[in-house]
């Protein structure tokens, strides 16, 4: 434990730096409490604080720029990666992508405030195709604040902070195992709750032929696309199908037969909505297993614009 506490002490920069860095690139290391302790130790060192917030929101910028590299380059083929192995898959359903399609480059601000909503507003960005000095400028400005607030709770609480570490110098490898436990724990509940929301969104599907056989047999269901517009122009869409960009979107009278489709692992986007959509009254409400992909697989029809 007092090897962990020098090097917070010696190296306090770098360990924001890569805390941060790891944080915001995607893997399950928490940035915020390095950044508090690397705080409050330079408010009792009667350091300045400027330099933590620079480091900090630079590693956060820097981390982004890979997600809206990939974004670009890859569009929704890293979405649909990042959503099927995030802990937070959650962050992947139609209204969490609808706060961008709302908002844009300014959610960028406040999206590292908001839990799993950073890498995709990241992504999103890259796929969406905005500009990189606008993606920069608010990014960096959503950095800077993150990084600030962080900084302003170790320093302001910064004798609360030195309890804690004293506590943990005292406790020796029993306070680094406190640690260890404790972000263990962390782990596991992001773990927990994924399979919790996944089990969710267990619901029956409509195969892509099935999805046909209707539409021939001329006892079409509604069908709603709950693509981004960006995908739809690229891929184009099933033969009739109304667009949807969010629940607020769905303005119609509850129908017999509806099927939902995204393109996103386990459906997600697709089932969140018609979960939604079941309770607004809709009488059968089916995700399309597979979604576009596999509407798009088989041969079937696609319409464009």
């Known amino acids: ?35 508090i302790v690397a705080a409050a130790i330079a408010v009792d060192q009667h350091q300045p604080l400027w330099p933590i917030v620079l480091v900090a929101a630079f590693a956060a910028l820097l981390a982004d720029g890979l997600w809206y590299l990939g974004g670009r380059r890859l569009g929704a083929a890293l979405l649909r990666l990042m959503c099927k192995v995030s802990l937070s898959p959650d962050s992947c359903i139609l209204m969490t992508r609808g706060v961008y399609a709302r908002w844009g480059a300014p959610s960028l601000i406040v999206a590292k405030f908001v839990p799993g909503f950073a890498a995709v507003a990241t992504t999103l960005a890259g796929e969406t195709g905005t500009g990189a000095r606008r993606f920069a400028f608010y990014d960096g400005l959503g950095a800077l604040l993150w990084a600030g607030v962080a900084v302003a709770i170790g320093a302001v609480f910064h004798r609360a902070v030195n309890q804690v570490l004293e506590g943990l110098e005292t406790a020796g490898r029993y306070g680094l195992l406190a640690i260890l436990a404790a972000i263990a724990a962390f782990v596991g509940y992001k773990l927990l709750k994924r399979q919790w929301f996944l089990r969710e969104l267990r619901m029956a599907r409509i195969s892509a032929g099935e999805l046909y056989r209707l539409l021939e047999d001329g006892a079409g269901p509604l069908i709603l696309d709950v693509r981004s517009h960006q995908q739809r122009d690229a891929a184009g869409w099933i033969p009739g199908a109304v667009f949807v960009a969010s629940l607020d979107d769905v303005g119609i009278a509850p129908r017999d037969e509806v099927v939902v489709y995204c393109d996103c692992p386990n459906e997600a986007s697709a089932a969140t909505l018609a979960r939604e959509l079941r309770r607004r009254g809709f009488k059968r409400v089916r995700p399309l297993a597979g979604g576009f992909e596999a509407w798009r697989a088989q041969g079937h029809a696609v319409a464009r614009g």
């Open 1 to 35: 434990m007092d090897a962990l506490l020098h090097l917070i002490q010696t190296y306090g920069l770098l360990v924001v730096f890569v805390s941060v860095l790891l944080d915001q690139g995607g893997l399950p290391v928490p940035a915020y409490p390095p950044i």
